[in-house]
């Protein structure tokens, strides 16, 4: 098995950062973190990211900027076709760059009162957005030509544009706890993939709990103190994200979509999409057209 504890260290040698791209079909990944900073821009792609609590669908030119320890998982193939074809694939940029970039003798001073504030919020995973998404992407891009000191001025560039501006959000939960062990992400990990490939079936606590090789009353209690959550709202989470992609199709009727993403009755489907999307299907269906 893959250790969980992604090494980034053996990447930085004589390194300030390291610049990686991905272009691959299908991700072989499975919940893990680094013990460095991540910076993951999808330039072509689609699916869905787990980014401590927080469990979202991704589209093209996604970006997010991620903690040291702070379990994340991305999947491209999780229980549909999406990669109907060889232009289907994922296309990906990855920065890594080490904590001591950002001593408390440097960051604490009046001159990065700002930046301090989002390496903060990074511990819980950062999404960009809006026009700073855009002048991020268009500096990221360039970062793959840089060398040196130049790569890592651009780098701060890019920090610093974030951080002045309101154009980014939290991912995991205020009160989410990251503190993992290699047990304890291995046993998340199990769970995580189960639940993304059977979302469509009746997903029972018990057969979670064996999953994980606990009782189902210590799994309840694992499961919330780590995700802040109960398994019953993580399963509806995963099966509104997927409901999401599958109501932009016109071809799908709302009561199609809503047994295809293993709800039992509309009015459990409704609710559960009204309480995460905060609009009905159909209202989200005609947001999508405008």
């Not at 609590?53 to 702070?70: A, Q, R």
């Not at 651009?154 to 990251?178: M, N, P, T």
């Not at 018990?206 to 959550?229: P, V």
Request: proline share 2%; net charge neutral; with cysteine.
């Amino acid at each position: 098995m893959k250790p969980l504890l992604l090494d980034v260290n053996p990447l930085l040698i004589n390194k300030a950062l390291y610049v990686k791209e991905i272009k691959t079909t299908a991700l072989q990944d499975q919940v893990h973190f680094h013990n460095g900073y991540e910076i993951a821009l999808i330039l072509k792609g689609r699916g869905k990211r787990v980014v401590g609590d927080n469990i979202e669908h991704f589209g093209d030119n996604d970006l997010i900027f991620i903690g040291p320890f702070l379990p994340h998982v991305t999947y491209n193939n999780y229980g549909d076709d999406f990669i109907s074809n060889n232009e289907q694939s994922l296309s990906a940029l990855v920065v890594y760059f080490h904590p001591n970039w950002f001593t408390k003798e440097f960051i604490d001073s009046s001159d990065y009162v700002k930046v301090n504030d989002f390496v903060d919020k990074m511990s819980r995973g950062v999404e960009v957005l809006g026009e700073t998404k855009r002048k991020a992407i268009k500096a990221l891009l360039k970062l793959k030509g840089c060398t040196g000191l130049i790569k890592a001025i651009k780098l701060w560039e890019i920090l610093h544009v974030i951080a002045e501006s309101s154009e980014y959000q939290c991912l995991a939960s205020e009160g989410y706890i990251g503190k993992f062990t290699q047990k304890g992400l291995d046993r998340l990990d199990r769970v995580y993939d189960y639940v993304m490939a059977h979302y469509e079936e009746d997903i029972k606590l018990d057969d979670i709990a064996a999953i994980a090789h606990m009782t189902t009353a210590a799994f309840c209690k694992y499961f919330k103190s780590k995700t802040g959550k109960t398994l019953s709202n993580f399963v509806n989470e995963v099966r509104i994200g997927q409901s999401c992609k599958l109501v932009s199709d016109r071809n799908l009727n709302i009561s199609e979509i809503c047994y295809a993403c293993g709800f039992n009755n509309l009015t459990s489907f409704n609710r559960n999409f009204r309480h995460f999307i905060k609009m009905t299907p159909s209202e989200y269906r005609k947001s999508l057209e405008q």
